[in-house]
């Protein structure tokens, strides 16, 4: 696909490295706009996570999860699209919105997504049909199609999907031509972002971080796997998976942060992410960064506890649930987490037993 060549030397997509950049404080920004952070993380946490809490609440959170993404998405693209582009793609139609979410997803690990049919682009409804296989999650994808077509068109949107086959999907977007009514905009998530001293060897070819040559980018497929363990990975905004969470407990009540929390810490101890991988204190804090989680600035452990301070923290429930379950595996004893945010914006986790 053109735009999307692999470096010769580490394997990693030159599109992600030349929109990207993993700084040193434990972030991922793009970088045309460092207010825009993102996360890589394995798409089974963030499935597990959620089927978790649909498990323990007893419902399904699909339509939150769609819901949720398609403001995120919406917000994103009508702060970042410019406004001539947005006039254009009304003129001319929504391929060119398709096409780069084609070629997107398959730089971010979002799945192989084909573009089946375009209809009535401009009658009184429009509908778009397109393919997925192998997506990063259905409902995430629902609401980025959904909130892209509702920033560029400017239309109410309603998405569905079908599936084809075992991880084939068909999704059908219906673009009305009632105009997108008012509607209460996501408060803009901000994030701290403090200096920090982490520091990731560069490919001699394209700079960026080495330690991403242990993945590998399936153009073809829109997979990325890390080559010895198998896992799945994708390039998402944090933003709109803390909107999820947000959404989550506005809808459910305050106790879903200690639900998201008990989802993670029970999918931690099923043994997906091993002991090793968090063996010091550095690889730990490698990993989160990595992961563009933030930076570990303290981790104190005692008889019986765990404290954490965490410097840019983003997908707090997650993280929290994270370290309990690691302290679980550690330590082999039932433990609790406590945590707030301070003042300028870090995260503390205390667990004790």
Same mark, same amino acid.
């Given at each position: ?86 006039? $254009? ?8 919105? $398709? ?14 997504? *084909? ?67 008012? *509607? ?39 997979? $990325?796997?890390?080559? =010895? ?30 639900? $998201?929390?008990?989802? *993670? ?74 945590? =707030? ?13």
């Amino acid at each position: 696909m053109p735009g999307n060549k692999l470096c010769p030397v580490c394997g990693i997509v030159k599109r992600v490295n030349r929109e990207h950049e993993w700084l040193g404080n434990g972030t991922i920004v793009q970088r045309a706009n460092c207010d825009h952070r993102m996360v890589f993380i394995e798409i089974e946490n963030l499935a597990k996570t959620f089927s978790g809490v649909e498990e323990i609440i007893g419902m399904s959170i699909d339509r939150v999860i769609v819901e949720a993404k398609r403001r995120a998405t919406f917000d994103f693209v009508d702060h970042t699209l410019p406004g001539i582009v947005k006039v $254009i793609v009304r003129l001319v139609g929504m391929s060119p919105v $398709i096409r780069n979410i084609t070629a997107l997803g398959s730089v971010m690990g979002y799945g192989n997504i *084909q573009l089946i049919s375009v209809k009535n682009t401009h009658s009184k409804e429009s509908i778009v049909k397109i393919s997925i296989k192998e997506p990063y999650s259905v409902p995430l994808f629902c609401g980025d199609l959904a909130g892209a077509f509702n920033a560029v068109r400017r239309r109410q949107v309603a998405v569905d999907f079908e599936e084809l086959a075992p991880d084939y999907f068909l999704i059908t977007g219906h673009i009305s031509q009632h105009p997108l009514e008012l *509607q209460e905009r996501l408060q803009a998530k901000f994030y701290e972002h403090k200096p920090g001293d982490i520091s990731f060897d560069k490919c001699p070819e394209c700079s960026g971080p080495a330690i991403l040559s242990e993945y590998r980018w399936d153009l073809e497929r829109g997979v $990325i796997e890390n080559k =010895e363990r198998g896992r799945r990975m994708v390039l998402v905004g944090p933003a709109a998976i803390d909107a999820v969470m947000d959404e989550l407990e506005k809808e459910l009540g305050d106790s879903i942060p200690h639900v $998201i929390v008990e989802a *993670q810490r029970r999918f931690i101890k099923t043994g997906f992410y091993t002991v090793d991988e968090v063996a010091s204190e550095e690889l730990f804090r490698t990993q989160l960064a990595l992961r563009g989680l933030g930076n570990m600035r303290d981790i104190e452990w005692s008889e019986g506890g765990l404290r954490i301070r965490l410097e840019n923290p983003c997908l707090i429930p997650i993280i929290v649930g994270m370290a309990l379950g690691f302290f679980e595996i550690t330590s082999g004893i039932e433990g609790h987490a406590d945590w =707030e945010q301070s003042e300028d914006g870090d995260l503390l986790v205390d667990i004790s037993s």
